[in-house]
């Protein structure tokens, strides 16, 4: 009762926590997404597929012209067994994505 009579005399710091609260939802969500993508490659790939994954990366340091031919088809057939469409579906389903949806009207 006490924080209930402490907002109504002050509302600029029941405001302020509003908007805390909004940034902690921002971040939950966030980590909502990030955790789906996780599972999603866990679940189609082996650890040691993982492992490869992590090392044609760093080896490429982001350009795909510092592999060699046959790395970039290691690393495009690893890419095929996530299966991204698979991942954009589940990412789309989430409660993050759910905030966006609202003011898309689909045909």
């Known amino acids: 009762m006490a924080n209930l009579r402490k907002a ?3 509302p600029g710091a029941a ?5 805390w609260l909004a940034r902690g939802a921002w971040l939950l969500a966030a980590a909502e997404v990030v955790l789906a993508v ?3 490659v866990n679940t189609r790939l082996s650890e040691k597929d993982r492992q490869r ?3 044609s990366v760093k080896a490429s340091m982001g350009r ?3 592999l060699s031919d046959r790395q970039r088809k290691e690393l495009k057939s ?4 996530v299966e991204p469409r698979e991942l954009a579906k589940t ?6 994505a759910s905030r966006f949806a ?3 009207r689909r045909k």
Not at 15 to 19: P, T
Not at 78 to 81: E, G, W
């Open 53 to 55: 994954r992590v090392v």
């Open 64 to 66: 795909p012209s510092n």
């Open 78 to 81: 690893l890419l095929a067994q």
């Open 15 to 19: 405001a302020s926590r509003g908007r």
């Open 38 to 40: 996780r599972n999603h």
């Open 91 to 96: 990412v789309a389903t989430s409660g993050f």
């Open 102 to 104: 609202k003011g898309i």
């Open 8 to 10: 109504i005399d002050d």
